[in-house]
């Protein structure tokens, strides 16, 4: 099991930079995962690291991609391997996730972010895509997280099935929409982490190691979820709706649909 300390840490700043760190805080993302925040004389850095070989190939790929298009995300400092430990550096945000002070904002902050999300969206479904399967529809990826939420639902017996069978029902009267869905980019791990908010502003997107491709509506959808979850009003996503300028069917059923497919 990988295992590192502020000594191995200090060594790795001293490699990149020629310089001991003032202080060195690792954040709490989860067992296994190793984020630090490293505080240098003049800059404070963001150091991923991974057991994994290759762990961070799909972070760099699309952190260079979306570096053109003017969105607040990380710029790739160093990248490498150091001690058998893969490591990625990147520039540091001020903020918190959107989650750990969405009791904090105003409604007036909730409006602001909404409409800075929502210009983000707009700008990441701009990017050419490569490699997209000539096969793709927005049909499949509707019943694979079907299919998932399926499974998810036999292996723990949150509920009847049934349900999920409703469901497809609902999605088949909906593919002349689904059928004209492309598959355009959009940020989908923006919910409630990995957003961060500074100032009742957003400040940056953190942790991008894949994106959706499909229906935007997802991440909406997914905030939703989130948001509840934590006990929260839904305000933000009230906004988030307004702002897009959504149809009355993507209002009043897609949106629907993909909140009970997802949660």
């Known amino acids: 099991m990988l295992r590192l300390d502020d000594n191995i840490i200090s060594k790795l700043c001293k490699k990149c930079f020629s310089e001991i760190p003032q202080s060195i805080e690792r954040c709490s993302v989860g067992q296994g995962n190793y984020v630090f925040i490293v505080q240098l004389t003049d800059t404070t850095y963001v150091i991923r690291c991974s057991p994994e070989k290759n762990a961070y190939n799909d972070t760099v790929y699309w952190l260079e991609k979306l570096a053109f298009i003017e969105i607040p995300i990380p710029k790739i400092v160093a990248k490498g391997v150091f001690e058998d430990t893969e490591y990625i550096t990147l520039t540091y945000f001020e903020g918190k996730d959107i989650g750990l002070v969405y009791s904090l904002l105003s409604d007036e ?12 969206q707009e700008r ?8 997209i399967p000539s096969e793709w529809t927005w049909h499949s990826e509707i019943n694979y997280m079907l ?5 998810r639902i036999a292996a723990n017996e949150y509920f ?4 999920v069978d409703r469901l497809r029902k609902s999605a088949i ?17 923006v919910s409630t982490k990995n957003l961060l908010i500074h100032d ?8 991008i190691d894949w994106i959706g491709i499909g229906d935007r509506l997802t991440y909406v959808a997914l905030t939703n979820i989130a948001l509840l979850n934590m006990g929260y009003d839904t305000d933000y996503v009230k906004y988030i709706l307004k702002e897009m300028n959504l149809s009355s069917i993507q209002k009043k059923s897609i949106f629907v649909l993909f909140t009970y497919v997802l949660c």
């Not at 701009?126 to 490699?131: N, P, V």
């Open 147 to 151: 299919d998932r939420a399926e499974e």
């Open 173 to 189: 009267a909906l593919d002349k929409y689904f059928d004209r869905i492309e598959p355009i980019a959009y940020l989908d791990d």
């Open 160 to 163: 009847d099935i049934e349900k």
């Open 124 to 131: 990441v479904a701009a990017l050419e895509l490569e490699d």
């Open 200 to 207: 009742g502003h957003i400040s940056g997107i953190v942790d």
């Open 109 to 120: 902050d909730k409006r602001t972010i909404a409409s800075e999300i929502v210009c983000i």
